[in-house]
């Protein structure tokens, strides 16, 4: 996440309703991405995706009026800022309900004349974020037409956003049409925005998820990255890049399952109908090799790191716990790799000429760069995933992953090709060098306290900031995705199992925290649901979804707390799904809410 782009992405996230906040007492626990977001906000240089993506945390944390109170600061502190003028006034719609029903027009009025502000002084982003929140405003306003004109013409130059925005714009339009009494358009784009409701969780950018087919960045696409280069994105989990010769074809990666990688091939066959000379694989994992036997013909040569093998065997005995990250359809494991790589050698093959280049990545032992100095691409596979090798598998490394960030600045390639659509457009060649420089002070900062055991919990409590990302913007957003992973794994890799605070010395399951809870509960649902509502209220949904969770071990049928977990986990898909793809999968999955694809058309 997988991501976070710059501008458009971050614009997208703006997409909640207006639907006016109530009081609600400070949370309970603490909400990093938050505060960090906000933070790094207040930095004069800081990206426009860092203040949009501040602003999308406090809604889904419901902490409008906080948000709203920062943002109005912010502005009058940093005039040279329109974006800041659109945020403040799109939270201060957003909470007209706490205010006096005698103010609350004049409220809204106010908030539409900020809005206004920041569309003129900033017609790309600012035009979008007043469009996505007219179209939530009640009829009486009269802004409803306004709003289908502003997204009506940001869904007309997508293609000058670096993120897919037509979610967001659709499900805009479709409430903007609504209020206009004009239902067929309103389900109509609907249909084509994938959402169930307009009451569904609401997530930026062209995702989609379900038991069958798992998770997909984007929409099935060949994305054009130079003469010959292509990309296919969104046919599966994983991306497959194809270099275009007269002497045939050199793909990088061949996907996750038999029948996807097909279809890409498919859409490879409609630019050329050369042989698949080679077959590059950048690392072991199943989104990597799983379609294999559908990229290679007769005659092509797989080529691998010399480790490859070790690495591949390690898939073969994982058992992923999440089963919506790749669906049901079979991966393919059976990789042969004729051709090893020990050291650093050229592939001449063509017009082609390619380095191959083993590294120390942060996700696998055998992590292989392919670079084309003529082309200036580097194609790095997942060595710089965002969770220092899957949460759930041991492996990863912080060093390596540090190793690697210092590999890509000295090459200095014209641009980075990454393994998933969202990493090729945050972590870029320009974020490379800050991000290097971020995490190796946090690194600094976390091996003497995980050596020490110091609790892991605390550690991320620090939320740690390095002074250095006020100097390089470009690196704000990677790095505070990468952040807790890469302490997680920094701690997992040098602590002991019991922690300087005598947490792991034992060690409860949860059904044994449940009966614990219940007997403070005196045995009833009651007291787990009230709880767990005021958690809600809170915005502390993570704590409410433990709460409502280990209530239900006790009492399985409770219809109040069914409910409760239901939002939480609502309320959880919208604060991870623009952060971590990872938690947004796993979320929709225990929520058994999928989500379908984006259309073109009815």
């Known amino acids: 996440m997988l991501g976070v782009p710059r501008l458009a992405l971050a614009i997208a996230l703006v997409c909640a309703a207006c639907s006016g906040a109530k009081p609600h007492p400070p949370p309970l626990a603490q909400n990093r991405e938050l505060d960090a977001l906000s933070a790094a906000a207040a930095y004069p240089n800081a990206d426009v995706a860092v203040p949009i993506l501040a602003a999308q945390q406090y809604a889904a944390a419901r902490r409008e009026a906080e948000g709203y109170e920062y943002f109005r600061r912010l502005a009058a502190e940093q005039p040279g800022r329109p974006i800041l003028v659109s945020l403040e006034g799109m939270l201060q719609a957003r909470m007209a309900g706490d205010?006096?029903?005698?103010?609350?027009?004049?409220?809204?009025?106010?908030?539409?004349?900020?809005?206004?502000?920041?569309?003129?002084?900033?017609?790309?982003?600012?035009?979008?974020?007043?469009?996505?929140?007219?179209?939530?405003?009640?009829?009486?306003?009269?802004?409803?037409?306004?709003?289908?004109?502003?997204?009506?013409?940001?869904?007309?130059?997508?293609?000058?956003?670096?993120?897919?925005?037509?979610?967001?714009?659709?499900?805009?339009?479709?409430a903007a049409y609504r209020t206009l009494g004009d239902a067929a358009r309103s389900d109509a784009m609907l249909r084509r925005s994938g959402l169930a409701s307009l009451d569904a969780a609401q997530v930026p950018g062209n995702f989609s998820v379900g038991p069958e087919a798992?998770?997909?960045?984007?929409?099935?696409?060949?994305?054009?990255?130079?003469?010959?280069?292509?990309?296919?994105?969104?046919?599966?989990?994983?991306?497959?890049?194809?270099?275009?010769?007269?002497?045939?074809?050199?793909?990088?990666?061949?996907?996750?399952?038999?029948?996807?990688?097909?279809?890409?091939?498919?859409?490879?066959?409609?630019?050329?109908?050369?042989?698949?000379?080679?077959?590059?694989?950048?690392?072991?994992?199943?989104?990597?090799?799983?379609?294999?036997?559908?990229?290679?013909?007769?005659?092509?040569?797989?080529?691998?790191?010399?480790?490859?093998?070790?690495?591949?065997q390690r898939m073969r005995s994982a058992h992923p716990a999440f089963s919506w990250f790749f669906g049901t359809k079979p991966v393919g494991l059976e990789v042969a790799a004729p051709r090893l790589v020990s050291g650093e050698e050229v592939l001449r093959h063509g017009k082609l000429e390619l380095h191959l280049i083993p590294v120390r990545g942060g996700e696998t032992a055998d992590a292989l760069f392919v670079h084309l100095p003529q082309r200036g691409l580097l194609f790095v596979g997942d060595a710089f995933m965002p969770y220092v090798g899957p949460p759930f598998l041991s492996e990863g490394s912080p060093e390596g992953y540090l190793e690697a960030l210092a590999q890509v600045r000295t090459l200095n390639p014209r641009r980075v090709i990454h393994g998933h659509p969202p990493l090729t457009?945050?972590?870029?060649?320009?974020?490379?060098?800050?991000?290097?420089?971020?995490?190796?002070?946090?690194?600094?900062?976390?091996?003497?306290?995980?050596?020490?055991?110091?609790?892991?919990?605390?550690?991320l409590h620090d939320n740690h900031l390095p002074a250095s990302l006020r100097d390089n913007p470009k690196a704000v957003v990677p790095y505070l995705v990468v952040r807790d992973n890469f302490v997680k794994r920094v701690y997992l890799q040098n602590a002991g199992y019991w922690q300087a605070d005598g947490e792991g010395m034992d060690?409860?399951?949860?059904?044994?925290?449940?009966?614990?809870?219940?007997?403070f509960a005196d045995g009833s649902d009651a007291s787990f649901a009230r709880v767990a509502d005021e958690l809600l209220s809170r915005g502390d949904a993570p704590l409410a979804?433990?709460?409502?969770?280990?209530?239900?071990?006790?009492?399985?049928?409770?219809?109040?707390?069914?409910r409760a977990r239901k939002q939480a986990l609502s309320m959880m898909i919208e604060r991870y799904g623009p952060v971590d793809p990872f938690r947004f999968i796993v979320y929709s999955q225990w929520a058994d809410a999928p989500l379908r694809e984006v259309t073109d058309g009815p």
């Open 99 to 174: 205010v006096a029903l005698l103010r609350r027009v004049g409220w809204v009025e106010e908030a539409i004349g900020k809005l206004d502000k920041g569309a003129e002084a900033e017609p790309v982003a600012g035009r979008l974020v007043r469009g996505l929140v007219f179209a939530e405003l009640p009829g009486r306003f009269g802004k409803a037409r306004q709003a289908v004109a502003d997204l009506e013409a940001s869904l007309a130059q997508r293609d000058a956003f670096p993120v897919e925005l037509d979610r967001p714009i659709l499900r805009g339009l479709s």
């Open 214 to 312: 798992g998770f997909r960045f984007t929409n099935p696409r060949l994305v054009k990255e130079g003469d010959g280069v292509y990309v296919a994105e969104g046919f599966d989990f994983g991306n497959i890049a194809f270099l275009v010769d007269e002497a045939g074809v050199i793909a990088i990666d061949a996907g996750t399952t038999e029948e996807s990688a097909r279809t890409a091939m498919k859409a490879l066959r409609q630019v050329t109908q050369a042989p698949v000379r080679y077959v590059i694989v950048t690392h072991s994992h199943w989104d990597h090799v799983g379609g294999l036997a559908a990229v290679r013909e007769p005659g092509t040569v797989v080529i691998a790191r010399a480790n490859f093998g070790e690495e591949l």
């Open 425 to 459: 457009r945050i972590f870029t060649k320009e974020a490379i060098p800050g991000l290097e420089a971020a995490l190796r002070s946090l690194y600094e900062r976390s091996l003497p306290d995980a050596q020490r055991s110091r609790p892991l919990a605390e550690m």
């Open 507 to 519: 060690s409860f399951t949860r059904a044994e925290q449940a009966a614990l809870l219940d007997r």
């Open 545 to 562: 979804l433990r709460v409502a969770d280990l209530g239900l071990l006790r009492h399985a049928n409770s219809e109040t707390l069914q």
